[in-house]
């Protein structure tokens, strides 16, 4: 009879909607700074390609482990560093064997003015700026990176008395966009669009000048349970993620 | 405990504080007297300029600080027509963000003060022939003693309390803009937890010292009595 047919789809997509809130999750995901965008784009593929969401936070991967370790919320941390997760397994917070490396940052030298720094970076030796902006080595690996340069090249002792030095990466750029330090080492990922520096002029450092800066993602034992959390790592992996990834300028890991 | 580096800190923002303070009585005296005194349309916006750092939080209004003290920024224009150079990432840029950010702690109490005194002991003087400069000393001064004490205080511990301004105009240079609140934040960024307890506490205690003289020594009035 019609009415039974009618009836029975009801029930039947009743049964599918109740299906579906079963199996689409929310996962609350810590992403540090320099991977907002990125990070903001592969969100969006995640909810298209598995029905999951991901609300992201974005600040520096210490605030962020200090929050974990005081019972923050977070089940996933995309750490700017390898250090961070680390800590996290080591105290029994994260779950042991899900720590990898998502993406590997590049350093560039940056500009807010066109033509002021030369693609071979020699302006650091030449000088004639009043400051130079970096992320503090202490808090961000970026930072790290920018001091591995400086002292290979020998210049660590003169352009010292010259930093100016950002809490972490994104307020690093601060310091140079605005230009208030006439140069600066950023994350490559911050400056480039579709592929290409667009502003100002920069000098991309060739990678043997420091050590890489590989950046790890981990699963909090809070979000263990939740099937988004698992997903979402997963997706980080996959080719669609890869490719916004590398579009932002970072180096893919080695399979 | 406490690195020579923390040290350092600690005496930097002290003296980025009493800089600031020393300067914010300067120009939020008079201010505050021609506020309390005038009948003019101007009062209503004045007031409210004075008022905004209190509304902005610190970082939006350490950005724009960034903005315009740069070199393509209104006041950084100013001050490289002036010969100085911009003003961010120097000591001096952080004693005039200081100022800005905690003007209104100095001058409300005394805008209060020098309005609770009125115009009666003010007329007094001058029938006594008294010079305008005269009754301001021998006169305003003493009545709103407890109101420039208060002025002092909050404007002191505001500037010491301060972080988000000095986190976007500082550029945390080793004693010129390295703050000991931007000292604290960074050790807990870098997860240095008991350095952050150690300095945090000197500054809990330093600080709690200073307020308990300045109300049981020299009885000030708290400063909630004041801003009523």
């Known amino acids: ?255 | 405990m406490l690195t020579s580096a923390d040290l350092d800190t600690l005496l930097l923002t002290f003296k980025v504080a009493s800089i600031s303070t020393a300067l914010m009585m300067v120009f939020g005296t008079p201010l505050a007297w021609w506020l309390a005194r005038t009948d003019s349309a101007w009062k209503g916006i004045i007031n409210a300029v004075v008022a905004l750092p209190l509304v902005l939080p610190p970082t939006v209004l350490g950005f724009y600080l960034l903005v315009m003290m740069g070199p393509v920024g209104v006041i950084g224009e100013f001050t490289t027509w002036l010969g100085l150079g911009t003003l961010p990432f120097t000591f001096a840029g952080l004693v005039v963000a200081s100022v800005l950010y905690s003007i209104p702690f100095v001058v409300q109490p005394l805008q209060a003060a020098f309005t609770t005194i009125g115009k009666l002991p003010l007329e007094a003087a001058a029938t006594l022939r008294a010079s305008p400069l005269d009754t301001f000393f021998s006169v305003v001064v003493p009545l709103a003693k407890p109101g420039f004490l208060t002025a002092i205080i909050l404007g002191f511990t505001h500037t010491v309390g301060e972080f988000g301004v000095v986190l976007m105009v500082g550029g945390n240079i080793p004693d010129k803009t390295r703050v000991v609140s931007v000292q604290i934040y960074n050790h807990v960024e870098a997860m240095e937890y008991s350095e952050a307890h150690w300095l945090a506490g000197v500054l809990l205690v330093f600080s709690f010292v200073v307020l308990l003289v300045l109300y049981t020594v020299l009885k000030t009035q708290p400063v909630t009595h004041q801003l009523k």
């Open chain 1, 1 to 255: 009879m019609l009415l039974t047919t009618f009836s029975r789809a009801v029930i039947l997509s009743v049964l599918l909607l109740a299906g579906q809130t079963s199996w689409s999750a929310s996962v609350l995901v810590a992403v540090a700074a320099n991977f907002s965008k990125p990070m903001t784009e592969i969100a969006a593929e995640f909810e298209k390609a598995t029905g999951h969401t991901a609300k992201l936070s974005f600040g520096s991967t210490g605030k962020f482990v200090s929050q974990l370790e005081h019972g923050g919320p977070f089940e996933v941390l995309l750490s700017a560093d390898g250090k961070a997760p680390q800590r996290l397994v080591e105290s029994g917070l994260a779950v042991g064997n899900s720590q990898f490396t998502f993406a590997i940052g590049r350093l560039v030298l940056w500009s807010a003015k066109p033509g002021y720094v030369d693609d071979q970076g020699k302006i650091l030796a030449t000088g004639g700026f009043k400051h130079i902006a970096l992320a503090d080595p202490k808090l961000a690996p970026y930072g790290v990176a920018a001091v591995e340069v400086l002292k290979k090249q020998g210049l660590f002792e003169k352009l010292q008395p010259l930093f100016v030095q950002g809490e972490n990466i994104a307020q690093t750029f601060q310091f140079v966009s605005t230009g208030n330090a006439p140069l600066g080492f950023i994350a490559l990922s911050q400056v480039i669009e579709n592929g290409k520096i667009a502003k100002g002029s920069s000098w991309i450092i060739p990678r043997d000048e420091y050590s890489p800066i590989r950046q790890d993602a981990v699963l909090m034992k809070k979000g263990a349970e939740n099937p988004a959390a698992p997903a979402l790592l997963d997706y980080l992996k996959s080719a669609p993620a890869l490719a916004i990834i590398e579009k932002y300028g970072y180096d893919l890991p080695k399979k």
